[in-house]
């Protein structure tokens, strides 16, 4: 089973002197009250990727290590400058399947293959308080390095790396760069050993270093790999394709970025995940006059199906939220039975078995296909002749056609009765905003402050129309877990009062449509004038 640590630490070039191997005195460090010597540990460890290295060059490392304290297999995803987060499997002799699983989106079919070899002699300090708590671990790490494909060579460096303590201030590492710049220590040009390893045993590089110089220090990764794009695309957006294309490259990297945390069930994943596919289904309609649909029909199609498997997971979290906060508002006199215990084991019995099912969604071939399709899309974008053309008018006129479709829908759902009719041309009209969000989010910077309004009112009147349609599930959950209770001869009162709030607020949300929508009409139309 793995489980994950977040890591923080900072890395340091270390050339000390001849015959000195000891760290710089850190005994001034403020809230330091003594250095503890931890001796030296050997570490061997061998890192894995893809014969293109797609790992490396989204910042992720995959490795094997014995020696120390934590031998296994780790992966490191970056979270921000000096944050990453280590899932960690204990130590075995092929990769476990739950590290495996957290790499899928990234490598899709392809191998993972031994690159690269590190051992390194790590001489450990820790730095504690006065009453011996660990602040950090600090360490010097002699390095040897071993590129394990063809043509590669091998590079030595020590570097000195401090990591912080679990839970403690991340502004005691500022004291000890403090201190240790007072040394004469430097911050690493490399954000990782592996970085530094890839560049400096490359073929190229081991080729043309002189025998017995030292490597030079290696320069900082790319953050995101780079995407093949016509030669016209280079540098900003210009083009109405090239702004549409960017946006649609946005949600690809935020579709295989979310698929290790919907697999580890972090919170809002799932959501965002789905997000992202509407974004990319609505962006391939909107703005048809830059992509052809012949080639994005089919890919909208897959993008549905993903969006559908995904709500199987988030609109049970959304409903689950919903209706317990409306338990816990109620007065204890008006619960009556089990409703809360009811409504917790439908939940997780509903979430346990969604995300089982979403997991396996995420290892299919056709979300896998999916993936390389859209990899393949933006390396070779189907552009039609508009594509061509500046960006301020294609990209309005496109925004104003989603416009005049929403204003047709809300003006339709205003002219019904109260009733399923009703609920369902809303919901139409909920869709559509939402995909008239999206067109302006791509257009913003091309358009600038009217499309930032445009979003705006967008979102808000997305966000009316949601609680709407969230009434109405709601309410369709209430009555089966009312059937439920009712069939287990429990009292169903309770359900029926939760049921009438629900009715309430989608009244209150209907009542205030009409007000909305003339409040963003001077939105609209500077659109459509």
Known sequence: MADTKREIERKYEYEHKSGETDLPDLTGVPGVASVQDKGVAHLDATYYDTADERLAAASLTLRRRTGGSDAGWHLKFPVAAGVRDE??????????????????????????????????????????????????????DT????????????????????????????????????????????????ASKLARALAETAPDAAATRPEGASPAPAPAPAAAPRQKR???????????????????????????????????????????????????????????SVLDREVTDPVAADLKWLARELGLDRDQEVLAARLGAALDDLPAALVSGPVGDRLTAWSRARHGGAHGHL?????????????????????????????????????????????????????????LPPGDDRDTALHEARKKTKRTRYAAEAAVPALGGPAKTLVASMKSL??????????????????????????????????????????CRARAAEAALPETWTSIGKDLRSWTA
């Open 143 to 190: 390095v040897h390095a071993e590129r394990l494909t063809a043509g590669g060579g091998t590079a030595r460096w020590t570097e000195i790396e401090v990591e912080l303590a679990d839970d403690g201030d991340p502004a005691f590492l500022d004291k000890v760069e403090k201190k240790l710049r007072k040394a004469g220590v430097r911050p690493s040009t490399s």
């Open 230 to 288: 016509r030669p016209r695309a280079v540098g900003r957006p210009v083009t109405a394709g090239d702004h549409v294309l960017a946006y649609v490259r946005a949600q690809r990297d935020a579709l295989v970025e979310l698929d290790p945390a919907v697999r580890q069930d972090v919170p809002d994943s799932v959501h965002r995940m789905r997000v992202a596919t509407r974004r990319l289904r609505s962006t391939f309609r909107s703005y048809r």
């Open 462 to 503: 997305q966000g009316l129309l949601g609680d709407h349609q969230d009434s109405v599930m709601a309410r369709r959950i209430l009555r089966e877990l009312a059937a439920v209770a009712h069939a287990a001869g429990e009292n169903t009162f309770t359900y029926g009062i939760l049921y009438g709030r629900e009715e």
């Open 359 to 415: 997991t396996g969604i995420l290892d299919s071939r056709r979300h896998l296909t999916l993936l390389d399709t859209l990899d393949a899309l933006l390396a070779d974008p189907p552009l039609r002749r508009k594509a061509a053309a500046k960006p301020d008018k294609v990209l309005a006129k496109a925004v104003r056609k989603d416009i005049d479709k929403l204003s047709g829908l809300v003006t339709e759902a205003l002219g």
């Open 87 to 140: 899932v960690r499997a204990p130590l075995s002799d092929d990769l476990p399947e739950s590290l495996a699983r957290l790499v899928r989106s990234r490598v899709r079919e392809r191998p993972l293959r031994p690159v690269v070899r590190l051992r390194s002699d790590r001489d450990v300090r820790h730095l504690l308080d006065h009453t011996g708590r660990l602040l950090a671990e600090v360490s010097v």
